[in-house]
Structures are given as C-alpha cells and as structure tokens.
C-alpha cells in the first residue's frame, strides 16, 4: 500500500516547512508548492490538500487555486485565523476548516479522516 499524499499550497516556506513535518509524523507524504494552476501539474495522486487562507501580499492569494480544481479534487482542508479568512475557506466550500492557532492540533487528526486511513 501507498503512503497517501497530501499537497500543501504554501508560499512561506517556514510555514510550509512547519506543516511538511507535522503531516509527515502521520505517515501521510507531504508534497509542497508555493502556488498552483492546475492539479494536474502535480505528478502524484493526491488523496488532500491543506491550504492557508491568507489576504497577505499581493496579487492571487495561494488559496485562490481552489477555485481552479476540478468539481472531483480530493478533499480541501483549510486553516485560517481571522474571521474573514475563515468566511473565505467557507465560501471556498473547503471539507474541513482549522481556526488558528486553536485547532492546528487537528490537522492531522482531520487530514486522517478525509484521507480514510
């Protein structure tokens, strides 16, 4: 069996790193790219997808590719902590979203369950 793998769209890498090693303490794989077009560039099955929801910066905010996926993408976990960030994962229709910083402690909690392991 395949370790399943879940793609985390994250432009900090302190960041992505930080989410990287907790999805990989779950024997999930974790692949990270700062931005994404289209989910078929990655060349891995993806059984998730965690993405921060975040106004920072300019232009196209990393979480703006969830509108791009496909109607059938894997499941969408979204971690936000303002309540505008929050609105946005909801509208967004994402499958599980964490406020921050009190419910990071679910991520991997939440990343099994959607993943079905």
Request: hydrophobic share 45%.
């Amino acid at each position: 069996m395949t370790t399943p793998v879940v793609l985390i769209i994250e432009p900090r890498k302190e960041v992505a790193a930080a989410l990287a090693s907790t999805i990989a303490l779950s024997n999930l794989s974790p692949v990270v790219v700062p931005h994404l077009e289209r989910l078929n560039d990655i060349p891995h099955p993806i059984a998730a997808i965690v993405v921060r929801v975040s106004f920072e910066g300019v232009g196209d905010p990393p979480h703006s590719a969830i509108l791009r996926l496909p109607h059938d993408h894997p499941p969408v976990i979204a971690i936000a902590w303002e309540e505008d960030e929050l609105e946005e994962a909801r509208r967004l229709k994402c499958d599980v979203v964490l406020h921050a910083p009190h419910e990071i402690g679910r991520l991997c909690e939440a990343l099994l369950r959607v993943v079905g392991t």
